[in-house]
């Protein structure tokens, strides 16, 4: 996709280190289709590694939100401006020096390429699941704007990590904590070497 001014479109980029190194500047998207457990598993990561928390779904616009809830699938050009607050998000707590744990679902490597400029020390946490899994999950799910038939458009709009892209895919048919220390290890992040500094 090329990039233009309403589309994703990555901030300055900064140069990127060959592996995720465990310090305060660690940053995390946990990423997945609605159902995979974004929100749980962040929370869970950010209290084990000291990290700030922001929900992704929080910098949507009014108008996307407003979308979602009559069930029609956002398009680039409503993913843009959405991409790139998260990713000024991102690079501020990195430029600080603080690490930070952030939902978005990140479905395309187009949106990932926005994030991952933000940080050199960016990393993805894909949690995947079955189609069943996930589609039960988001049934059982209550006061959520996202309608559950807008599931079948983001399995088809997935495009999982490519070989070169820093991250890990977890299985989330696993217990919370399992799903989270997998990822820890996968990573090889060390709660007691990520904690931000005051």
């Not at 699938?73 to 430029?95: C, K, S, Y």
């Not at 990822?183 to 005051?198: G, R, V």
Request: proline residues 7%.
């Amino acid at each position: 996709m090329s990039p233009s001014s309403d589309g994703p479109t990555p901030p300055e980029s900064q140069p990127r280190a060959d592996a995720v190194r465990a310090t305060p500047a660690v940053q995390l998207v946990v990423m997945g289709v609605s159902g995979s457990g974004k929100s749980s598993v962040a929370e869970r990561l950010a209290q084990r590694l000291g990290c700030e928390l922001a929900e992704g779904d929080t910098f949507h616009s009014a108008a996307n939100l407003a979308k979602m809830r009559a069930g029609v699938p956002l398009d680039d050009r409503d993913r843009g401006p959405w991409l790139r607050d998260l990713a000024a998000w991102i690079q501020e707590r990195d430029r600080a020096g603080r690490c930070a744990v952030v939902t978005c679902s990140a479905l395309k490597r187009a949106y990932r390429d926005v994030l991952r400029a933000a940080s050199a020390h960016l990393a993805f946490v894909h949690l995947a699941g079955t189609p069943e899994l996930l589609a039960k999950r988001v049934h059982a799910r209550t006061g959520h704007f996202m309608p559950e038939r807008l599931l079948a458009s983001q399995l088809a709009a997935l495009e999982p990590l490519g070989a070169d892209e820093r991250g890990v895919t977890i299985d989330v048919t696993a217990p919370l904590e399992e799903v989270v220390a997998a990822a820890l290890a996968a990573l090889k992040l060390d709660p007691a070497a990520t904690a931000t500094s005051p």
